[in-house]
C-alpha cells in the first residue's frame, strides 16, 4: 500500500491527513478534526473527546464508527503511531454527531449539497449545468466542454435505446 501524508490547515490548526494509493481516497485524523471542531486546549482533551464519542456513536448502532480505520501518522513526538481515520464520508458523518459551532457551517454546506444533489437526481438537467460549471472551473475551454457533453449524451442516449457501444 502506497501512502502519502501531508498536512490540512483549518483555522490555524492541522489536520493530519493520509492519501492510500489502494483506496484511491484520502484518510483524515479523526482526534485532530475533533480537536479543531470542539476548540480543545490540547490533543489529550480531543481523545478524551473522541473516547466519548465514539462510545455514544456504537451504542447508538453508527457503523462509520465501526467502519472507521487505523493508520499510522506521524505524531507530535515524531514517531508514528496507529491513529484513527476516517475517508471523506465517514468524516462527514462524524462532524454531524459533534455539536459545535465550528460543525455548524460543515453541516450547512453538507445539507445545502445534498439538497442540490437530490434535485439533480429529479431532474437530470441540472446534473448537466453543474457539469458545465465544474468543468469550467477546472479551466476547460467551452469547445471542450460542448464536446465532452456531445458525447455524454450520445452515450446515455445509446445506453438508453439498448445499443451497446463498442
Not at 13 to 21: F, L
Not at 119 to 144: C, F, H, N, T
Amino acid at each position: 500500500m502506497t501512502q502519502k501524508q501531508s498536512l490540512q490547515i483549518f483555522e490555524d490548526r492541522k489536520i493530519r491527513t493520509v492519501w492510500d494509493d489502494e483506496q484511491g481516497k484520502w484518510y483524515f485524523s479523526i482526534v485532530d478534526t475533533v480537536e479543531t471542531l470542539t476548540e480543545q486546549k490540547d490533543h489529550q482533551g480531543a481523545r478524551n473527546y473522541w473516547k466519548v464519542l465514539k462510545s455514544r456513536l456504537k451504542k447508538e448502532g453508527n457503523e462509520t464508527v465501526t467502519n472507521c480505520n487505523r493508520l499510522k501518522l506521524q505524531a507530535e513526538d515524531g514517531k508514528m503511531r496507529l491513529t484513527d481515520v476516517a475517508d471523506t464520508e465517514q468524516l462527514f458523518r462524524l462532524i454531524q454527531s459533534i455539536p459545535s459551532p465550528k460543525a455548524e457551517p460543515f453541516k450547512q454546506w453538507m445539507a445545502h449539497v445534498a439538497s442540490v444533489r437530490i434535485d439533480q437526481l429529479q431532474d437530470p438537467e441540472l446534473s448537466i449545468e453543474q457539469a458545465m460549471v465544474d468543468y469550467k472551473r477546472l479551466g476547460y475551454s467551452d469547445a471542450w466542454i460542448n464536446q465532452r457533453l456531445k458525447a455524454l449524451r450520445y452515450a446515455r442516449n445509446s445506453l438508453m435505446s439498448g445499443n451497446v457501444l463498442v
